[in-house]
């Protein structure tokens, strides 16, 4: 694919995130707390995860692997890093949540497959296939060490709030509660928020149209459902925190 037909299909991607972005401030994702049975058919919760997060990890490295480009240090950094994400949302958290008997539905497993083939498929071919910017000279780049510094705080952020959740439900035996501590006594999703920071710093490290299309959707997925889960933590428990924001710290 030339290089030119990339950035367009790019740009197209960036477009249907901004319209995905609108729908879903309307209309919240149906998985987790958020379930519908109007979603029709339903698969168990952690398959749905395995099949959804391996989904960008494998075309991703597919394509790394199949180009032609030179792949030094700087490439399986950013390779690595993209890894270990995946790895860790496909293979690891799937088998630490508590998820007996539950369900998502199978639509939403389609829907998030499809999303992330694409983000896979879009950096790993960059990766492999196109870019030519990433000389060991990368390395002392300003945008890659911010980049990179902003990663790993915000994959620290994030599984640091997941253990926080997973813990506080194997401790519950009535169902949710309102998680506290650290990062969760500013914003009812600090976990979406080590993510969006994740994504933004990858974006920035790699500085390539296809990370930066991955941030905004991670941006667009991660904002209305941070809304929503803020919205749901206020109707259900009466005593929720007023001061704390959805996501964005004394912001949003």
Same mark, same amino acid.
Request: glycine share 6%; aromatic share 18%.
């Given at each position: ?27 919240? @994702? ?43 240090? &700087? ?11 995946? &790895? ?18 199978? @639509? ?9 083939? &694409? ?67 500013? &914003? ?65």
């Amino acid at each position: 694919m030339e290089k030119i037909q990339f950035d367009h299909l790019v740009f197209a991607w960036i477009l249907l995130a901004c319209i995905i972005f609108l729908v879903l401030l309307k209309i919240p @994702a149906p998985y987790g707390r958020h379930t519908s049975k109007m979603w029709g058919v339903t698969v168990p919760n952690r398959m749905g995860w395995l099949l959804m997060e391996l989904a960008a990890l494998l075309p991703f490295l597919c394509f790394v692997f199949a180009g032609s480009r030179e792949k030094n240090s &700087v490439v399986w950094i950013i390779v690595i890093l993209f890894s270990l994400h995946y &790895v860790n949302r496909s293979l690891i958290y799937p088998f630490r949540i508590k998820t007996k008997n539950k369900r998502m539905p199978l @639509a939403v497993v389609f829907m998030a497959v499809f999303f992330n083939t &694409v983000n896979g498929f879009l950096n790993g071919y960059y990766l492999g296939s196109l870019q030519n910017q990433y000389s060991i000279d990368w390395f002392k780049h300003p945008f890659f060490i911010s980049g990179f510094i902003l990663f790993v705080i915000g994959m620290i952020i994030n599984m640091s709030a997941d253990n926080q959740l997973i813990q506080l439900r194997k401790n519950s035996m009535n169902g949710y509660q309102i998680p506290g501590g650290l990062l969760f006594s500013k &914003v009812s999703c600090p976990n979406f928020l080590g993510e969006i920071i994740e994504w933004g710093g990858f974006a920035l490290l790699c500085w390539s149209w296809p990370a930066v299309s991955f941030f905004i959707w991670t941006l667009c997925n991660l904002v209305p459902r941070a809304l929503d889960h803020h919205r749901w933590y206020k109707n259900k428990f009466n005593d929720y925190p007023a001061e704390r924001k959805a996501v964005f710290p004394y912001l949003l």
